[in-house]
T-cell receptor, first 111, second 114 residues
Framework: GEQVEQLPSILRVQEGSSASINCTYE??????FPWYKQEPGENPKLIIDIRSNMERKQTQGLIVLLDKKAKRFSLHITDTQPGDSAMYFCAAMSNYNVLYFGSGTKLTVEP | EAAVTQSPRNKVAVTGGKVTLSCNQT?????MYWYRQDTGHGLRLIHY???????EKGDIPDGYKASRPSQENFSLILELATPSQTSVYFC?????????????FGPGTRLTVL
């Protein structure tokens, strides 16, 4: 299996600043690390992912970093906007195409 | 885009009753998954399937059964529902791929067991 720890559970930032969420995993065989955003009452939606053959990926104001030695990966949202307010979940995929999720971060971007 | 649908979207059941949650995907994905989401726990895997006829236990399978009669359909069955199974249930589908692949989530089913 896999255990994924996600911190912080609550994050408040000012509009225009950056937000960072950190996750750690235990299984060195995990090879795929997606990030999902979930709005209230909605389903989780993939926003960015990174595979184990990469250390960094960037798309549309989102940066994901992966440190395989430390078994740590992180999401950085640059220039946050009120629309970025949501729950964010990290996950790690094991050998059997099974995703293990962190417990989530509630991000609030204040104007 | 991947299309995963769930029914019902909302369900109220009585303790001890039988509940069946249904999931359908139209993208010919081999893998399908059932999760429950509770505040403070994120998404926890109940059962999953690699294809028609296959079901596997996830992290929290106790009290749940699963059925995959076809590529498109994956059901979650609560034979004897209990109040502790009150939760939001999400179905997801995805294709196995080298290096991992995206899972697409359905809209969710809110289940209340009284």
């Amino acid at each position: 299996g896999e255990q994924v720890e996600q911190l912080p559970s609550i994050l408040r930032v000012q509009e225009g600043s950056s937000a960072s969420i950190n996750c750690t995993y235990e299984n060195s065989a995990s090879n795929y690390f997606p990030w999902y955003k979930q709005e209230p009452g909605e389903n989780p939606k993939l926003i960015i992912d990174i595979r184990s053959n990469m250390e960094r990926k960037q798309t549309q104001g989102l940066i994901v970093l992966l440190d395989k030695k430390a078994k740590r990966f992180s999401l950085h949202i640059t220039d946050t906007q009120p629309g970025d307010s949501a729950m964010y979940f990290c996950a790690a995929m094991s050998n059997y195409n099974v995703l293990y999720f962190g417990s989530g971060t509630k991000l609030t971007v204040e104007p | 885009e991947a299309a995963v649908t769930q029914s019902p979207r909302n369900k109220v059941a009585v303790t001890g009753g039988k509940v069946t949650l249904s999931c359908n995907q139209t993208n010919n994905h081999n893998n399908m998954y059932w999760y429950r989401q509770d505040t403070g726990h994120g998404l926890r895997l109940i059962h999953y399937s690699y294809g028609a006829g296959s079901t596997e236990k996830g992290d929290i399978p106790d009290g749940y059964k699963a059925s995959r009669p076809s590529q498109e359909n994956f059901s979650l069955i609560l034979e004897l529902a209990t109040p502790s199974q009150t939760s939001v249930y999400f179905c997801a589908s995805g294709d196995p791929g080298l290096g991992g692949s995206e899972q697409y989530f359905g809209p969710g089913t809110r289940l209340t067991v009284l």
